[in-house]
């Protein structure tokens, strides 16, 4: 088989780029299109996808991503797709450390301690912006013996 032949051949991934991104003609019951972008937008982030391109991300991998959601919104019917990512986003909220983190240096800032236990263990991007230095482990003794957890 030449190189040539190869290239025209149409392949199963071939099959997920069917409309471009946020081409809405494929969609059963679309909302208006800067309302599907928006629910793609929440969509992939609940999948911790990006929505535009990049370096590592390409065209043809977002169009991939749109053909995707449309193919879900129009089996799932928009408004239970809706739903379902609206109940993802919650359950990501709940579950993602990154926002965990976040929360646990606030508190801890609230509370006056002078850094936060996820900043002793790996290092936090809210302690490191107010540049204080990572605690080693005595440290972090005596700051648990000075600022003692409360409820």
């Not at 969609?27 to 629910?39: G, I, N, Q, R, Y």
């Not at 579950?95 to 850094?115: I, K, Q, V």
């Not at 809210?126 to 005596?142: I, K, L, M, T």
Request: charge should be negative; include cysteine.
């Amino acid at each position: 088989m030449s190189f040539n032949s190869h290239e025209t051949r149409s392949s199963f991934a071939d099959s997920f780029v069917r409309w471009p991104l946020r081409d809405c003609s494929g969609v059963h019951d679309p909302l208006p299109e800067k309302e599907m972008a928006s629910w793609f937008a929440r969509w992939s982030r609940t999948r911790s996808k990006p929505v535009t391109e990049t370096l590592s991300v390409t065209q043809r991998s977002l169009d991939q991503a749109w053909t995707a959601f449309v193919l879900r919104w129009n089996v799932e019917t928009g408004p239970r797709f809706r739903q379902l990512i609206e109940a993802r986003e919650e359950t990501h909220q709940r579950y993602a450390l990154g926002e965990l983190a976040e929360r646990m240096c606030t508190l801890s800032w609230n509370e006056d301690r002078p850094c936060c236990y996820v900043h002793h263990l790996e290092g936090c991007v809210g302690c490191e912006r107010c540049r204080v230095s990572r605690p080693s482990d005595a440290d972090w003794a005596q700051i648990v013996v000075e600022y003692p957890m409360t409820e």
